[in-house]
């Protein structure tokens, strides 16, 4: 199985801050990686697919980058209802599908 | 407008049977993929396994033995039964559409979560 390592596990911010979280694949998968968000009690929301594509109806707050191992996902002037708790998945291989870890954003 | 409602039963003892549907809204299966992917409390996200309109299933190794996906065309439903659980299968239970080409491997549509508790 294709390892996702997500870093850092929470960071706490403010309203207005930039927020960065690096997903690592423990092997290239090109632009397979999806972002989610995931509100205390809620379903998971897809928020980026192909490492940077926007799903359609999501803020342009973020933004998503990267390529083979390496992935960064970036919130650009943070609102309240950022605060949450975001994954990476990797779909590199079509039917053994992993999500990293998890980073909670929390307030400062 | 593209919705995944589910159920089934919530609290189940050892050794039972966890089973649970969702029904899609607003799609036809054909095209995609529909997965359960389940979330332990206070953990992260696993997936359990995918199953497409022809009824052609993928399952997680590690929960293969013990796993069955099935569809109903007719009511534009799928299942997901789950034997032999322990305390180690608590958790939430989601169902997803699975979208390999217009999304890259993604989920875009999620059920709202089914909460399953074993317990004796």
């Known amino acids: 199985d294709i390892q996702m390592t997500q870093s850092p596990s929470s960071v706490a911010a403010s309203v207005g801050d930039r927020v960065t979280i690096t997903c690592r694949a423990s092997?290239?998968?090109?632009?397979?990686l999806a972002w989610y968000q995931q509100h205390q009690g809620g379903a998971p929301k897809l928020l980026i697919f192909?490492?940077?594509t926007l799903e359609s109806g999501v803020s342009s707050r973020f933004t998503g980058s990267g390529s083979g191992t390496v992935f960064t996902l970036t919130i650009n002037s943070l609102q309240p209802e950022d605060f949450a708790t975001y994954y990476c998945?990797?779909?590199?291989?079509?039917?053994?599908?992993?999500f990293g870890g998890g980073t909670k954003v929390e307030m400062k | 407008q593209v919705q995944l409602q589910q159920w089934g039963a919530g609290l189940l003892k050892p050794s039972e049977t966890l089973s649970l549907t969702c029904a899609v809204y607003?799609?036809?299966?054909?095209?995609?993929?529909w997965s359960w992917i389940r979330q332990p409390p206070g953990k992260g996200l696993e997936c359990i396994g995918e199953?497409?309109?022809?009824?052609?299933?993928s399952y997680n190794p590690s929960l293969e033995s013990r796993v069955t996906i099935s569809v109903d065309m007719s009511k534009n439903q799928f299942s997901l039964k789950m034997n032999s659980v322990t305390a180690a299968d608590t958790a939430v239970y989601y169902c997803?559409?699975?979208?390999?080409?217009?999304?890259?491997?993604?989920?875009?549509?999620w059920g709202q979560g089914t909460m399953v508790t074993v317990s004796s």
């Open positions: 997803a559409r699975y979208c390999i080409d217009s999304c890259w491997g993604a989920f875009d549509i």
């Open positions: 998945q990797q779909a590199n291989s079509f039917f053994s599908l992993t």
């Open positions: 607003g799609w036809s299966f054909s095209g995609y993929y």
């Open positions: 199953i497409n309109h022809s009824g052609s299933t």
């Open positions: 092997q290239d998968i090109g632009s397979w």
């Open positions: 192909a490492a940077s």
